[in-house]
T-cell receptor, first 114, second 111 residues
Framework: NAGVTQTPKFQVLKTGQSMTLQCAQDMNHEYMSWYRQDPGMGLRLIHYSVGAGITDQGEVPNGYNVSRSTTEDFPLRLLSAAPSQTSVYFC?????????????FGDGTRLSIL | KQEVTQIPAALSVPEGENLVLNCSFTDSAIYNLQWFRQDPGKGLTSLLLIQSSQREQTSGRLNASLDKSSGRSTLYIAASQPGDSATYLCAVSTNAGKSTFGDGTTLTVKP
């Protein structure tokens, strides 16, 4: 029972590089989301998806793209990395946005942009 | 815009003490409120979820209450233990699934 799996766990990028953070869940959850957590702060919503083919912006979407082609996967793409995107990124999933089910989180991806 | 505030930012207590963590939010139009625990370098673990129509939820030594009209929730931890040391986060969600988190309360329980 893997739950929510995020890869990679750690990554160092140079300014201007692009990369994709992977998130996969095996619980058949419809709702998935990406957050970033900066030191000493809570989580801020980047993008979320209420089902395959449907995505929407959260609080801090600039510089990030997402797509949801399958129920299981929700990758987050950084198009041109900037030092301000240095953060810990968490992916979460839940059964459905409107069913009062708890969100399950992955262990995070620690990303440093030099 | 929803804002979530957690007070205090840090708390240190001796083992065995009962304690209360506070969470307040500015927009009462929420669908649910969730309390999480985060250990250093780890992800978030869900502790309790309170639906907007509920007043409280209990799990073991944890009790969470919700007063939606006043925009407040509390997490009560009974008989604290060193293993309870962690950061506790609250999050409020809309029925569309958008969640807003507080900055957390870092709890240290001293043996």
């Amino acid at each position: 029972n893997a739950g929510v799996t995020q890869t990679p766990k750690f990554q160092v990028l140079k300014t201007g590089q692009s990369m994709t953070l992977q998130c996969a869940q095996d619980m058949n959850h419809e709702y998935m989301s990406w957050y970033r957590q900066d030191p000493g702060m809570g989580l801020r919503l980047i993008h979320y998806s209420v089902g395959a083919g449907i995505t929407d912006q959260g609080e801090v979407p600039n510089g990030y793209n997402v797509s949801r082609s399958t129920t299981e996967d929700f990758p987050l793409r950084l198009l041109s990395a900037a030092p301000s995107q240095t953060s810990v990124y968490f992916c979460a999933s839940s059964y459905s946005a409107g069913y009062n089910q708890p969100q399950h989180f992955g262990d995070g991806t620690r990303l440093s942009i030099l | 815009k929803q804002e979530v505030t957690q007070i205090p930012a840090a708390l240190s207590v001796p083992e065995g003490e009962n304690l209360v963590l506070n969470c307040s939010f500015t927009d009462s139009a929420i669908y649910n409120l969730q309390w999480f625990r985060q250990d250093p370098g780890k992800g978030l673990t869900s502790l309790l979820l309170i639906q907007s129509s509920q007043r409280e939820q209990t799990s073991g030594r944890l009790n969470a209450s919700l007063d939606k009209s006043s925009g407040r929730s509390t997490l009560y931890i009974a008989a604290s233990q060193p293993g309870d040391s962690a950061t506790y986060l609250c999050a409020v969600s809309t029925n569309a699934g958008k969640s807003t988190f507080g900055d957390g309360t870092t709890l240290t329980v001293k043996p």
